[in-house]
């Protein structure tokens, strides 16, 4: 039964690549039109592997975003201290995670890169993986997080690789969704040889989908993400530039959002005039248009390169609005920010992250849709080191009556600080163990 599934999923990808395809050509591409069709559809691997690159164990890393890239980031080096053999072929999905990987490797000339070759992950087709799988051989793939695609992760099977799904996650939309193909689901996970979990409740699902190995349960890798030090350097340096009372941020926001938040910054800066709102949008292609909509408030605009002209604040007409238009600065945006506000939450479409926020320890505040963090966010509530809110109206009031009680303000500050070094230390373990299943 499982093989028809198998079969009819993959006519069913045929049938959708002409919808894919208007897709691909719509996004962005991370290495060029050509490379980037060669290696998404047919599984052509830009960088392709010399001898020195089989001569050790290869470990397949498949991250899709950049979040999930910077979670593994430090499991990744631990696995190359614990096997010094290995090679590592990392895959992602989106430009954002391409590039903070090429960033990396341009700015680190040490020997460990060189085991290490990156590529975007090929669609979800049997002839492109496999391809793909024929040119690096792997022993192992890693998979971060759910992603459980059936052509990958049965071709992998097939040829004997072992497959790993670490800092495992199953959201309640997720499970609801994959429960409807219950059928086809089941013997995909059940390819998987070990399943490493976030936290209890992740077992639970993943149990009730099939799952029949032992699951185990380890702390979620983001509580591991190194704190990047030139950004917090320069974040930290333009808050003493900025002669501005209180800087907000809403970060990572979504679309249906920044123009309900503009119009409370409306009423809020009539009153606050020295203060400071920082847009910035999850999607680079909203950037522009949020802009434009900044624009229509009357209020002095600029977009995130302002905040690098040193003496632009001391002006009397300084800013009141700056839209972050870059990829990749989130720890820099948070540092030079008091209070913050998790985009996604407030309406519904799942939040974001606030681990980023908690590890330099600001002020957090979040709405009743954490659905994909929903687990932190209880924590952080529970611990009192993150405020719950329901509209934008509510964060500017509670966030400005917050800051005016230094004492109230600093607790909160500390007590998420405090959460995530609580929480950290599971990379070496996963690492550990992935050396040792391997």
């Given at each position: 039964?499982?093989?028809?599934?198998?079969?009819?999923?993959?006519?069913?990808?045929?049938?959708?690549?002409?919808?894919?395809?208007?897709?691909?050509?719509?996004?962005?591409?991370?290495?060029?039109?050509?490379?980037?069709?060669?290696?998404?559809?047919?599984?052509?691997?830009?960088?392709?592997?010399?001898?020195?690159?089989?001569?050790?164990?290869?470990?397949?890393?498949?991250?899709?975003?950049?979040?999930?890239?910077?979670?593994?980031?430090s499991m990744v080096k631990e696995?190359?201290?614990?096997?010094?053999?290995?090679?590592?072929?990392?895959?992602?999905?989106?430009?954002?995670?391409?590039?903070?990987?090429?960033?990396?490797?341009?700015?680190?000339?040490?020997?460990?890169?060189?085991?290490?070759?990156?590529?975007?992950?090929?669609?979800?087709?049997?002839?492109?993986?496999?391809?793909?799988?024929?040119?690096?051989?792997?022993?192992?793939?890693?998979?971060?997080?759910?992603?459980?695609?059936?052509?990958?992760?049965?071709?992998?099977?097939?040829?004997?690789?072992?497959?790993?799904?670490?800092?495992?996650?199953?959201?309640?939309?997720?499970?609801?969704?994959?429960?409807?193909?219950?059928?086809?689901?089941?013997?995909?996970?059940?390819?998987?040889?070990?399943?490493?979990?976030?936290?209890?409740?992740?077992?639970?699902?993943?149990?009730?989908?099939?799952?029949?190995?032992?699951?185990?349960?380890?702390?979620?890798?983001?509580?591991?993400?190194?704190?990047?030090?030139?950004?917090?350097?320069?974040?930290?340096?333009?808050?003493?530039?900025?002669?501005?009372?209180?800087?907000?941020?809403?970060?990572?926001?979504?679309?249906?959002?920044?123009?309900?938040?503009?119009?409370?910054?409306?009423?809020?800066?009539?009153?606050?005039?020295?203060?400071?709102?920082?847009?910035?949008?999850?999607?680079?292609?909203?950037?522009?248009?949020?802009?434009?909509?900044?624009?229509?408030?009357?209020?002095?605009?600029?977009?995130?390169?302002?905040?690098?002209?040193?003496?632009?604040?001391?002006?009397?007409?300084?800013?009141?609005?700056?839209?972050?238009?870059?990829?990749?600065?989130?720890?820099?945006?948070?540092?030079?920010?008091?209070?913050?506000?998790?985009?996604?939450?407030?309406?519904?479409?799942?939040?974001?992250?606030?681990?980023?926020?908690?590890?330099?320890?600001?002020?957090?505040?979040?709405?009743?849709?954490?659905?994909?963090?929903?687990?932190?966010?209880?924590?952080?509530?529970?611990?009192?080191?993150?405020?719950?809110?329901?509209?934008?109206?509510?964060?500017?009031?509670?966030?400005?009556?917050?800051?005016?009680?230094?004492?109230?303000f600093r607790q909160l500050c500390?007590?998420?600080?405090?959460?995530?070094?609580?929480?950290?230390?599971?990379?070496?373990?996963?690492?550990?163990?992935?050396?040792?299943?391997?």
């Amino acid at each position: 039964m499982f093989r028809f599934y198998l079969f009819f999923y993959q006519c069913l990808s045929i049938f959708f690549i002409p919808v894919i395809l208007l897709i691909f050509f719509f996004k962005k591409k991370c290495r060029g039109l050509k490379k980037d069709l060669l290696g998404r559809f047919l599984g052509i691997p830009v960088n392709l592997p010399n001898e020195h690159f089989q001569k050790g164990k290869v470990y397949w890393v498949h991250s899709v975003s950049l979040g999930e890239t910077q979670a593994v980031y430090s499991m990744v080096k631990e696995i190359e201290k614990r096997d010094c053999t290995s090679r590592i072929i990392w895959t992602v999905s989106t430009k954002t995670a391409w590039s903070f990987l090429q960033c990396q490797i341009n700015s680190n000339s040490d020997e460990e890169w060189n085991r290490i070759v990156v590529e975007l992950i090929p669609y979800d087709f049997k002839w492109s993986v496999e391809i793909f799988i024929d040119s690096f051989k792997p022993s192992v793939l890693i998979l971060v997080e759910t992603e459980v695609w059936p052509n990958l992760i049965a071709s992998c099977s097939k040829v004997g690789i072992k497959i790993f799904l670490v800092n495992g996650r199953l959201s309640k939309k997720s499970f609801i969704r994959y429960g409807l193909v219950r059928n086809f689901c089941t013997p995909v996970l059940n390819m998987i040889h070990l399943l490493v979990a976030q936290t209890g409740v992740d077992k639970k699902r993943f149990k009730k989908l099939g799952y029949k190995k032992d699951i185990l349960v380890l702390k979620n890798m983001k509580f591991d993400i190194p704190i990047v030090k030139e950004q917090v350097r320069a974040g930290s340096a333009i808050r003493e530039n900025i002669k501005k009372h209180i800087v907000w941020l809403a970060l990572s926001t979504r679309e249906g959002e920044e123009r309900e938040l503009l119009q409370c910054w409306q009423d809020h800066h009539k009153n606050n005039s020295n203060d400071l709102m920082i847009i910035v949008p999850r999607h680079p292609e909203r950037f522009e248009q949020v802009y434009k909509w900044a624009r229509e408030t009357m209020l002095k605009v600029e977009y995130r390169s302002y905040l690098f002209e040193k003496s632009s604040f001391l002006l009397k007409d300084s800013p009141s609005i700056i839209i972050g238009n870059t990829l990749g600065e989130v720890q820099m945006y948070l540092s030079l920010s008091d209070i913050v506000l998790i985009g996604g939450s407030v309406k519904n479409s799942g939040g974001q992250s606030p681990l980023d926020a908690a590890r330099l320890g600001k002020a957090i505040f979040f709405g009743h849709y954490m659905n994909n963090f929903s687990e932190i966010s209880e924590q952080l509530l529970l611990q009192r080191s993150a405020i719950q809110i329901g509209t934008y109206k509510e964060w500017f009031f509670r966030g400005q009556t917050l800051f005016n009680s230094e004492k109230d303000f600093r607790q909160l500050c500390t007590g998420a600080s405090r959460f995530v070094n609580s929480n950290m230390g599971s990379t070496r373990k996963y690492a550990e163990l992935i050396v040792k299943k391997s």
